[in-house]
């Protein structure tokens, strides 16, 4: 890397990102009831019969087998945050390049409601200077993330946020334009980058 | 022929013959038949020879010799001849080696260490045009020197300086380097080099940093490290070299290489140790103008961690026996650029650069009292105003972070009351700032607003580390600390404050270790008061405070306590009708801190059997018969927990208390006609049958030896009360009493039964099977009694394979094949009463044998069987491998990997979940092994991971969790034809409607979308 182009961002705190744990706290006391006896006492002395098939309710998220979780925008939120930042050993979701009130949903074609699962996806950037060059590669990563994550119903757009970059039409243009993406993706260097900035996404070896 | 002549003949095609000769020689020396003169004069004609190669044998022959001689035997002017013989002749390969081997001598003197070291000097100027092995033995000949003759050499003042410098000058060989950098390392720590130190450092310094690399399979094991440490012992040897090395080093950290900018600060930190004060002092504040830019500006973290160690080093030594805080000192005048640039950071805390400053104020205060003490005193001022002006709850945190860092070289420095610090004369520079610390630390934890959890976290963080911090706050102001954590964890609304909660129990604990007295008189009140007498709905909020009061009872005063007002507290909470999950908790917290002391020695432990097993046990006794009024306690599943924490109980009591308890495990303690016991006798009623749950927990924790109920020989055997057990099992309708029962079953037939007698239960075996076998009504208890009685034998290894065999021909059967598939999951479970700690016979071959005989089998039967029942095989199949050691699977894979494809196609989801789970272990195991199979697995597992309807969701996870290990263990040319079809067939479960299995799908599709690049291992 040449020169440094902002050396000292604001970070966020990893604690203080949005997260789901946050949002729906009240669950993780209901669902493991008895926290520090569980490791002493198992939950049940009696094991799921085995002869009594389905009897089992070995695993939590079995109970509600049937309910459905949409996707919002706190998934999308978990998806792009961990993406690293080109230029710092540190997420864009703490360095507020991604926010989750700019992760915006909403169906395709509204006046079809409920027949149409196609939605629309928008991502507002938010470089950390105005005139940060790497702009374009950041929306780069995120949309490269986004189409390899999200199911095909989806339309993902990724944009600047408005006022926060000198050139922002100019990106904007270069990240909405498909050909120029799929060019983009040709170039070996800028994939070797991207990489780098995806691998944090993974939540390591199994 | 001469000596000479035959050792001339003989050492080119044998080298250890020709030495023999020379050996040979010498003995002749040594037993006077021979003079050395003779022996000289023999080497006349050939040592004068004009082919290089015959004069270097006769030098070798000769120097050969003087090494068999003894050490003795040459006399001082034989020595100072041969010495001077040698040194003429030095270029002739083979004189080296005689003069190490003279030099080496006792009567070698110094003058002769001199000429040999001129000799060297005089002739090997051109070294580097010799051949590797030689230019060693040269350097050797000079590190032999040097350690033996070092004051000879040093004499020689400038004229050894120079000369070894020039002649090591050029030298590329790791090998020869090693030894040149130690002769240096000596020159450079014990020769006065003032006029020398630039050519000095320069003669190492060049080869900084060092790239070697060794070749692959490197015959001498000298690694890069090794060359590393000793050239960077050569630099910092003097401190001579600081005003050439550190702005060298300085220059070489731009370096874009991780490697080299590593290299580079360790050598400043062992430059930074060893130069002298004044020396480092000249050079600090420099340092720490480079330094920092690697700290504030951290790219890698490693980096990072190493320049700190060199700020440390540099703080260290300036630090060494400085006991004043004067601001002139060199130390001060080090600090002073550092504190104002942290501070300068600090005042826009929320930027990246100001965690670093933190840690390098944290790192350099743990250096010394005297470090500390300076900090402390430029940083903590300025941090409290900005911490006071901070205009968001953001910038606050970030500088009480800062404080949190600072309080933890404190407690390096200072110690806390259980772990003492070196002491210092220093007094604590924190002390003027303790009132405003605690209150500002207090006002952040208890006046924020609650949904500030991570800000309130660090403020506890600090008030903790106030409390622990040695000799600062009062008691009584670690008292309201203490108070402050009480709330949080009782007061506060429970709900989203899990993190805060578990910080104040875990400080809590931390100070129940110092201050055991406050936590007994405030905590512990505090606590008990909020336990409510009833817990009517489902409400949990006690759980909190049990879990609270679990974790405080470390000190066994405490503990003792505890278990006392819990039984009160149980006792009141039964008399009141109530959910029964609090009696539960709270017998839950009676296990966790029973099972956390050491039963077998607790001298109340008697108590604890009068008053839990014996007398909870009679509670239910009474209530079940009609006498009392029937609780919470009655229920199934508070039985268990009773269950299990009489077993603790009975298992720590002695052999003589055991034997009361077993014979009355049935009758349970009762009075004489108070309650009739449920086995031999009809239609009791489920009240009193669910009292059989207890029986199993008295069952379990009695030893093996002792005599059970109605198993003595006056009233019957274990034979009829397992016929008895038995009857009753395959009546039994509740499950929990069903399955105590059949526990009871397996505990008769593992634990206590005499090998002799296990014969009976094959015959017992037999019967059972032959009547499922033959009836058509199956009855699914009858296949339970028989897998428990199994299980009994197999764990024990008695009669397992034809045990197991009876149980293999069920599978066949179309009315109870299923249930009898389903049971092999339960043969070689991990039991909680069949266990090793209550004394079953668990033998470890148990597993590999059951192995070895069933799965041939069913592979085998598999194939014969109708399609119908082709499912009950490969159910037994996965209820075997379930738990069963790797490298056992891994023996018959051949046989088992179609199998368990098949078994995907199979429609339970348990078994589905199980084979998914053996795929995955195989597949991280044994990559190999899969690879054949990767077309079929690659469908299935997809196939597996899609369709919500026909799998649930943990099987979607775990089959996309399974797929996912391939890409980097399964080497790619496998892989690759089945990428699309992955990536592909994953688009759809990218839709999955549960958020966990769409995150698994994800990543398991970068996986494979990644995978044709090389892994980077």
Same mark, same amino acid.
């Given at each position: 890397?040449?020169?440094?182009?902002?050396?000292?961002?604001?970070?966020?705190?990893?604690?203080?990102?949005?997260?789901?744990?946050?949002?729906?706290?009240s669950?993780?006391?209901?669902?493991?009831?008895?926290?520090?006896?569980a490791?002493?006492?198992?939950?049940?002395?009696?094991?799921?019969?085995?002869?009594?098939?389905?009897?089992?309710?070995?695993?939590?998220?079995?109970e509600?087998?049937?309910?459905?979780?949409?996707?919002d925008?706190?998934?999308?939120?978990?998806l792009?945050?961990?993406?690293?930042?080109?230029?710092?050993?540190l997420?864009?979701g703490?360095?507020?390049?991604?926010?989750?009130?700019?992760?915006?949903?909403?169906p395709?074609?509204?006046?079809?409601?409920?027949a149409?699962?196609?939605?629309?996806?928008?991502?507002?950037?938010t470089?950390?200077?105005?005139?940060?060059?790497?702009?374009?590669?950041?929306?780069?990563?995120v949309?490269?993330?986004?189409?390899?994550?999200?199911?095909?119903?989806?339309?993902?757009?990724v944009?600047?946020?408005?006022?926060?970059?000198?050139?922002?039409?100019?990106?904007?243009?270069?990240?909405?334009?498909?050909?120029?993406?799929?060019?983009?993706?040709?170039?070996?260097?800028?994939?070797?980058?991207?990489?780098?900035?995806?691998?944090?996404?993974e939540?390591?070896?199994? | 022929?001469?000596?000479?002549?035959?050792?001339?003949?003989?050492?080119?095609?044998d080298?250890?013959?020709?030495?023999?000769?020379a050996?040979?020689?010498s003995?002749?020396?040594?037993?006077?038949?021979?003079?050395l003169?003779?022996?000289?004069?023999?080497?006349?004609?050939?040592?004068?020879?004009?082919?290089?190669?015959?004069?270097t044998?006769? &030098?070798?022959?000769l120097?050969?010799?003087?090494?068999?001689?003894?050490?003795?035997?040459?006399?001082r002017?034989?020595?100072?001849?041969l010495?001077?013989?040698?040194?003429?002749r030095?270029?002739?390969?083979?004189?080296?080696?005689?003069?190490?081997?003279?030099q080496?001598?006792?009567?070698?003197?110094?003058?002769?260490?001199?000429?040999?070291?001129r000799?060297?000097?005089?002739?090997?100027?051109?070294?580097?045009?010799?051949?590797?092995?030689q230019? =060693?033995?040269?350097?050797?000949?000079?590190?032999?020197?040097?350690?033996?003759?070092?004051?000879?050499?040093?004499?020689?003042?400038?004229?050894?300086?120079?000369?070894?410098?020039?002649?090591?000058?050029?030298?590329?060989?790791?090998?020869?380097?090693?030894?040149?950098?130690?002769?240096l390392?000596?020159?450079?720590?014990?020769?006065?080099?003032?006029?020398?130190?630039e050519?000095?450092?320069?003669?190492?310094?060049?080869?900084?940093?060092?790239?070697?690399?060794?070749?692959?399979?490197?015959?001498?094991?000298?690694?890069?490290?090794?060359l590393?440490?000793?050239?960077?012992?050569?630099?910092?040897?003097?401190?001579?070299?600081a005003?050439?090395a550190?702005?060298?080093?300085?220059?070489?950290?731009?370096?874009?290489?991780?490697?080299?900018?590593?290299?580079?600060?360790?050598?400043?930190?062992?430059?930074?140790?060893?130069?002298?004060?004044?020396?480092?002092?000249?050079?600090?504040?420099?340092?720490?103008?480079?330094?920092?830019?690697? &700290?504030?500006?951290?790219?890698?973290?490693?980096?990072?961690?190493?320049?700190?160690?060199?700020?440390?080093?540099?703080?260290?030594?300036?630090?060494?026996?400085?006991?004043?805080?004067?601001?002139?000192?060199?130390?001060a005048?080090?600090?002073?650029?550092?504190?104002?640039?942290?501070?300068?950071? =600090?005042?826009?805390?929320?930027?990246?650069?100001?965690k670093?400053?933190?840690?390098?104020?944290?790192?350099?205060?743990?250096?010394?009292p005297?470090?500390?003490y300076?900090?402390?005193?430029t940083?903590?001022?300025?941090?409290?105003?900005?911490?006071?002006?901070?205009?968001?709850?953001?910038?606050?945190?970030?500088?009480?972070?800062?404080?949190?860092?600072i309080?933890d070289?404190?407690?390096a420095?200072?110690?806390?009351?259980?772990?003492?610090?070196?002491?210092?004369? &220093?007094?604590?520079p924190?002390?003027?700032f303790?009132?405003?610390l605690?209150?500002?630390?207090?006002?952040?934890?208890?006046?924020?607003?609650?949904d500030?959890?991570?800000?309130?976290?660090?403020?506890?963080?600090?008030?903790?580390r106030?409390?622990?911090?040695?000799?600062?706050?009062?008691?009584?102001?670690?008292?309201?600390?203490?108070?402050?954590?009480?709330?949080?964890?009782?007061?506060?609304?429970?709900?989203? @404050?899990d993190?805060l909660k578990?910080?104040?129990?875990?400080?809590?604990?931390e100070?129940?270790?110092?201050?055991?007295?406050?936590?007994?008189?405030?905590?512990?009140?505090a606590?008990?008061?909020?336990?409510?007498d009833?817990?009517?709905?489902?409400?949990?909020?006690?759980?909190?405070?049990?879990?609270?009061?679990?974790?405080?009872?470390?000190?066994?005063?405490?503990?003792?306590?505890?278990?006392?007002?819990?039984?009160?507290?149980?006792?009141v909470?039964?008399?009141?009708?109530?959910?029964?999950?609090?009696?539960?908790?709270?017998?839950?917290?009676?296990?966790?801190?029973?099972?956390?002391?050491?039963?077998?020695?607790?001298?109340?432990?008697?108590?604890?059997?009068?008053?839990?097993?014996?007398?909870?046990?009679?509670?239910?006794?009474?209530?079940?018969?009609?006498?009392?009024?029937?609780?919470?306690?009655?229920?199934?599943a508070?039985?268990?927990?009773?269950?299990?924490?009489?077993?603790?109980?009975?298992?720590?009591?002695?052999?003589?208390?055991?034997?009361?308890?077993?014979?009355?495990?049935?009758?349970?303690?009762?009075?004489?006609?108070?309650?009739?016991?449920?086995?031999?006798?009809?239609d009791?009623?489920?009240?009193q049958?669910?009292?059989?749950?207890?029986?199993?927990?008295?069952?379990?924790?009695?030893?093996?030896?002792?005599?059970?109920?109605?198993?003595?020989?006056?009233?019957g055997?274990?034979?009829?009360? =397992?016929?008895?057990?038995?009857?009753?099992?395959?009546?039994?309708?509740?499950?929990?009493?069903r399955?105590a029962?059949?526990r009871?079953?397996?505990?008769?037939?593992?634990?206590?039964?005499?090998?002799?007698?296990?014969?009976?239960?094959?015959?017992?075996?037999?019967?059972?099977?032959?009547?499922?076998?033959?009836?058509?009504?199956?009855?699914?208890?009858?296949?339970?009694?028989?897998?428990?009685?199994?299980?009994?034998?197999?764990?024990?290894?008695?009669?397992?394979?034809?045990a197991?065999?009876?149980?293999?021909?069920? +599978?066949?059967?179309?009315?109870?094949?299923?249930?009898?598939a389903?049971?092999?999951?339960?043969?070689?479970?991990?039991?909680e009463?069949?266990?090793?700690e209550?004394?079953?016979?668990?033998?470890? +071959?148990?597993?590999?044998?059951?192995?070895?005989?069933?799965?041939?089998?069913?592979?085998?039967?598999?194939?014969k069987?109708?399609t119908?029942?082709?499912?009950?095989?490969?159910?037994a199949?996965s209820?075997?491998?379930?738990?069963?050691?790797t490298?056992v699977?891994?023996?018959?894979?051949?046989?088992?990997?179609?199998?368990?494809?098949?078994?995907l196609?199979?429609?339970?989801?348990?078994?589905?979940?199980?084979?998914?789970?053996?795929?995955?272990?195989?597949?991280?195991e044994?990559?190999?092994?899969?690879?054949?199979?990767?077309?079929?697995?690659?469908?299935?597992?997809?196939k597996s991971?899609?369709?919500?309807?026909?799998?649930?969701?943990?099987?979607?996870?775990?089959? +996309?969790?399974?797929?996912?290990?391939?890409?980097?263990?399964?080497?790619?040319?496998?892989?690759?034809?089945?990428?699309?079809?992955v990536?592909?067939?994953?688009l759809?479960?990218?839709?999955?409607?549960?958020?966990?299995?769409? @995150?698994?799908?994800?990543?398991?599709?970068?996986?494979?979308?990644?995978?044709?690049?090389?892994?980077s291992?």
């Open positions: 890397m040449s020169e440094i182009l902002n050396a000292n961002p604001t970070i966020r705190n990893a604690s203080d990102l949005p997260s789901r744990r946050r949002l729906g706290a669950q993780s006391l209901s669902k493991t009831p008895q926290g520090l006896f490791s002493v006492v198992p939950a049940s002395a009696y094991l799921p019969d085995p002869f009594s098939p389905h009897s089992s309710d070995s695993d939590i998220s079995d509600d087998e049937d309910e459905i979780e949409p996707i925008e706190q998934e999308i939120y978990d792009i945050s961990p993406i690293s930042d080109p230029e710092h050993p997420t864009l703490s360095l507020s390049v991604v926010n989750l009130p700019d992760i915006y949903l909403t395709t074609f509204p006046e079809k409601g409920a149409s699962p196609l939605t629309t996806l928008t991502v507002l950037i470089p950390t200077i105005t005139h940060c060059s790497l702009a374009t590669v950041i929306g780069l990563g949309r490269v993330r986004l189409e390899q994550a999200l199911p095909p119903r989806f339309r993902v757009d944009r600047i946020k408005e006022g926060t970059h000198s050139t922002a039409e100019q990106v904007n243009r270069q990240l909405g334009d498909k050909e120029r993406v799929a060019a983009a993706l040709e170039n070996g260097t800028l994939v070797g980058v991207l990489r780098k900035m995806l691998e944090g996404c939540s390591g070896a199994v | 022929m001469s000596d000479i002549q035959q050792y001339l003949l003989t050492v080119g095609p080298k250890a013959k020709a030495s023999g000769i050996k040979e020689t003995e002749r020396l040594e037993s006077k038949e021979t003079t003169i003779e022996v000289v004069r023999s080497l006349g004609e050939y040592i004068n020879e004009e082919d290089a190669t015959v004069r044998k006769t &030098i070798g022959y120097s050969e010799i003087i090494g068999h001689l003894s050490p003795t035997f040459l006399s002017q034989q020595i100072q001849t010495c001077e013989f040698l040194c003429a030095i270029e002739d390969e083979g004189a080296v080696g005689g003069l190490r081997k003279l080496g001598l006792g009567r070698f003197s110094k003058e002769m260490a001199v000429t040999t070291f000799a060297m000097l005089e002739h090997f100027q051109d070294l580097q045009i010799r051949p590797q092995p230019r =060693l033995q040269i350097l050797e000949l000079l590190n032999d020197l040097m350690s033996k003759h070092r004051n000879a050499l040093k004499k020689l003042g400038n004229e050894s300086v120079v000369g070894i410098t020039d002649l090591v000058m050029g030298e590329k060989d790791p090998r020869n380097l090693m030894v040149i950098f130690s002769i390392k000596v020159v450079m720590m014990e020769w006065d080099t003032s006029g020398h130190a050519t000095l450092f320069d003669s190492v310094f060049c080869y900084f940093p060092i790239t070697f690399r060794p070749p692959p399979d490197d015959p001498y094991g000298i690694t890069a490290q090794d590393k440490s000793r050239l960077r012992d050569c630099v910092a040897a003097s401190s001579y070299f005003p050439y550190f702005p060298q080093l300085i220059d070489k950290l731009d370096s874009t290489s991780p490697n080299v900018k590593k290299d580079v600060l360790q050598t400043i930190t062992a430059c930074a140790s060893s130069y002298s004060v004044t020396t480092v002092s000249n050079y600090s504040v420099t340092l720490w103008d480079s330094l920092k830019f690697e &700290i504030l500006n951290v790219q890698e973290e490693d980096l990072a961690e190493e320049a700190l160690v060199s700020l440390q080093a540099i703080a260290i030594r300036l630090s060494r026996g400085l006991d004043s805080t004067d601001p002139k000192t060199p130390l005048r080090y600090l002073r650029p550092i504190t104002k640039e942290c501070n300068e950071q =600090l005042h826009e805390p929320q930027q990246k650069q100001a670093p400053a933190g840690q390098i104020l944290s790192a350099l205060g743990i250096t010394s005297v470090a500390f300076l900090i402390v005193k940083v903590v001022p300025p941090l409290n105003t900005l911490y006071q002006d901070a205009d968001s709850i953001g910038k606050q945190r970030a500088l009480l972070e800062v404080l949190v860092q309080m070289s404190a407690i420095v200072y110690g806390t009351p259980s772990i003492l610090a070196p002491t210092s004369t &220093i007094e604590n924190l002390e003027p303790k009132d405003r605690f209150e500002l630390t207090s006002q952040a934890l208890m006046s924020t607003a609650a500030e959890v991570s800000f309130r976290v660090v403020a506890l963080k600090a008030v903790l106030l409390c622990l911090l040695r000799k600062y706050l009062q008691d009584n102001e670690i008292g309201m600390a203490v108070q402050y954590f009480d709330e949080i964890i009782l007061v506060e609304d429970p709900s989203g @404050k993190d578990k910080e104040a129990i875990r400080a809590l604990v100070l129940s270790r110092i201050k055991p007295n406050l936590i007994m008189d405030i905590t512990f009140p606590f008990m008061s909020k336990l409510p009833t817990s009517l709905f489902e409400s949990q909020e006690y759980l909190i405070i049990l879990e609270g009061l679990a974790q405080l009872s470390v000190e066994k005063f405490v503990s003792d306590t505890l278990i006392r007002r819990l039984l009160n507290k149980l006792d909470v039964l008399q009141n009708y109530g959910s029964s999950a609090y009696p539960r908790a709270i017998l839950s917290t009676l296990h966790y801190v029973l099972s956390q002391r050491d039963l077998p020695q607790d001298p109340n432990l008697g108590s604890y059997h009068e008053n839990i097993v014996v007398g909870l046990t009679n509670r239910v006794l009474l209530a079940s018969t009609g006498q009392a009024p029937t609780t919470a306690l009655n229920e199934d508070t039985l268990e927990m009773l269950g299990r924490l009489s077993t603790m109980i009975v298992r720590a009591l002695n052999r003589h208390k055991q034997k009361s308890v077993a014979i009355q495990v049935y009758s349970l303690f009762a009075e004489e006609g108070a309650f009739t016991p449920v086995p031999f006798r009809k009791a009623p489920k009240s049958r669910s009292t059989m749950i207890l029986s199993t927990a008295l069952m379990a924790g009695v030893g093996r030896s002792v005599t059970l109920q109605y198993t003595d020989i006056d009233s055997s274990i034979q009829r009360l =397992l016929a008895e057990l038995v009857r009753l099992a395959l009546a039994e309708d509740v499950p929990a009493i399955q029962i059949l009871q079953i397996g505990l008769l037939t593992n634990k206590f039964l005499p090998s002799q007698e296990t014969r009976d239960i094959t015959d017992s075996l037999r019967n059972l099977v032959s009547g499922l076998l033959e009836t058509t009504t199956m009855s699914e208890n009858a296949v339970r009694v028989v897998f428990w009685e199994a299980k009994g034998l197999v764990l024990r290894l008695a009669h397992t394979d034809e197991l065999r009876r149980l293999l021909s069920l +599978l066949s059967n179309p009315e109870c094949g299923f249930a009898s389903c049971g092999f999951g339960l043969l070689l479970a991990p039991d009463v069949l266990s090793k209550n004394g079953a016979s668990i033998r470890l +071959l148990a597993k590999q044998k059951a192995f070895n005989i069933c799965v041939p089998t069913i592979a085998q039967d598999f194939r069987a109708d119908a029942i082709k499912p009950n095989y490969l159910v199949l209820g075997i491998l379930k738990h069963m050691p490298e699977i891994m023996s018959e894979i051949d046989i088992l990997l179609p199998l368990l494809l098949q078994t196609d199979l429609e339970d989801s348990d078994v589905k979940a199980a084979t998914i789970q053996s795929l995955t272990v195989i597949s991280q044994s990559p190999k092994a899969v690879e054949g199979h990767m077309g079929s697995l690659v469908t299935r597992l997809i991971a899609s369709d919500p309807k026909m799998n649930t969701a943990s099987v979607r996870h775990n089959a +996309l969790r399974c797929l996912r290990i391939f890409p980097g263990r399964v080497k790619g040319s496998t892989l690759l034809p089945y990428r699309n079809s990536t592909r067939g994953l759809g479960v990218l839709d999955d409607p549960r958020r966990h299995v769409r @995150k698994e799908a994800v990543e398991c599709r970068a996986a494979w979308l990644n995978m044709d690049e090389p892994q291992d």
